[in-house]
């Protein structure tokens, strides 16, 4: 990772969290174990974005800008907290085996599709303009030492 922008990094993970849905919404019909496990990948990497973003990468931005109340990260925060409640919802359904989600599947998609532009627009390439390669570096130092509870354990109910 020594380098790397926080834009390349969290764009990749966004595409590596659209891969595991794509492949849930692909099974779901067919092989509905395979799609649970996909579909538990996708739950527990975006747990894990957003408590990244929330825990290491929207108090940096805000030190470094002194935007807060009002600002990006604030307006991404709110958003998270949709995009938890709808992939909640669509979780019960996974846990029930039901393949009639794609109601949520879409809203989730919708939510997701417009939050990571902004992100990937806006909110990652002005951290990058903020930041240091070496403040980036501590950034990704600081994430792979998140404890797996921070994201693992956001949701009252079970990953099985």
């Not at 538990?40 to 747990?47: A, D, I, P, W």
Request: hydrophobic share 30%; charged share 35%; net charge negative.
């Amino acid at each position: 990772m020594a380098g790397e922008t926080i834009t390349s990094f969290y764009a990749h993970d966004h595409d590596q969290l659209d891969g595991y849905f794509k492949n849930f919404q692909t099974l779901k019909r067919k092989n509905y174990p395979q799609a649970k496990e996909n579909f538990k990948k996708f739950k527990s990497g975006l747990q894990r974005h957003i408590a990244w973003e929330e825990g290491i990468l929207f108090p940096l931005f805000e030190e470094k800008t002194g935007m807060t109340d009002g600002g990006p990260t604030f307006v991404m925060r709110q958003e998270h907290r949709e995009i938890e409640k709808t992939l909640e919802a669509l979780h019960k359904k996974v846990q029930r085996q039901d393949p009639e989600s794609d109601l949520e599947e879409k809203l989730l998609l919708n939510i997701l599709g417009e939050h990571n532009f902004k992100e990937e627009g806006i909110l990652y390439p002005a951290i990058d303009e903020h930041t240091s390669p070496e403040e980036r570096s501590k950034v990704f130092e600081t994430m792979q030492k998140m404890p797996e509870e921070k994201y693992k354990s956001c949701c009252d109910v079970s990953m099985d």
